[in-house]
């Protein structure tokens, strides 16, 4: 099993095949529009910007499950990350990201990263906050919350799992190596 054995729906309601990523490297990242992390689409658009014409691709999946912090329509959403943070990388349509209506994308990759490492003062004491307020993270794999993010190497293997706190920023010395 690979993420290329799965299809998701783009914003727009269209298969979108995980297989065209073939030869790849991807990020797996779920969104909120009102959520603290929002920030974070600017350092995830300068990623793309930056690794784009090497392969890169970020996959960007709403997410309304944490503190309704995605509360609006996919043409809402789209349009204010376009508008305010200027992203341009695939925006898919909303999902659940835990519990029974989960997206098989999403039970595969928490599978192959149950969780990561939390790193510093800070970040811990974050991760326990939201942990405690997050009503759909009943087991260690889940997603905790908004922005966590999985990257995909080009042959579709899940390699790290990035937990919120991490900003976009961070991960550019773990994408450069894939490249």
């Not at 779920?30 to 910007?49: H, R």
């Not at 691709?57 to 990350?81: K, R, T, V």
Request: aromatic share 10%; with cysteine.
């Amino acid at each position: 099993m690979s993420v290329y054995d799965y299809k998701v729906k783009t914003r727009r309601g269209e298969d979108f095949d995980l297989s065209s990523l073939k030869g790849k490297v991807a990020l797996i990242v779920n969104t909120a529009t009102g959520c603290g992390f929002t920030p974070q689409y600017k350092g995830l658009e300068a990623l793309y910007q930056k690794y784009h014409d090497k392969g890169f691709e970020i996959l960007d999946f709403p997410c309304n499950q944490f503190g309704n912090q995605a509360p609006g329509s996919d043409d809402e959403i789209h349009e204010f990350c376009t508008l305010k943070y200027n992203t341009t990388f695939e925006q898919m349509k909303k999902i659940d990201v835990n519990g029974e209506n989960e997206s098989p994308l999403y039970t595969y990759l928490k599978s192959e990263a149950p969780d990561e490492e939390i790193k510093g003062i800070k970040a811990k004491m974050a991760m326990k906050a939201v942990s405690k307020i997050s009503k759909t993270a009943k087991e260690e794999r889940d997603i905790k919350w908004n922005f966590t993010k999985f990257l995909i190497d080009r042959e579709g293997r899940v390699v790290k799992r990035f937990n919120p706190t991490v900003e976009p920023e961070k991960l550019e010395e773990d994408i450069a190596a894939l490249i």
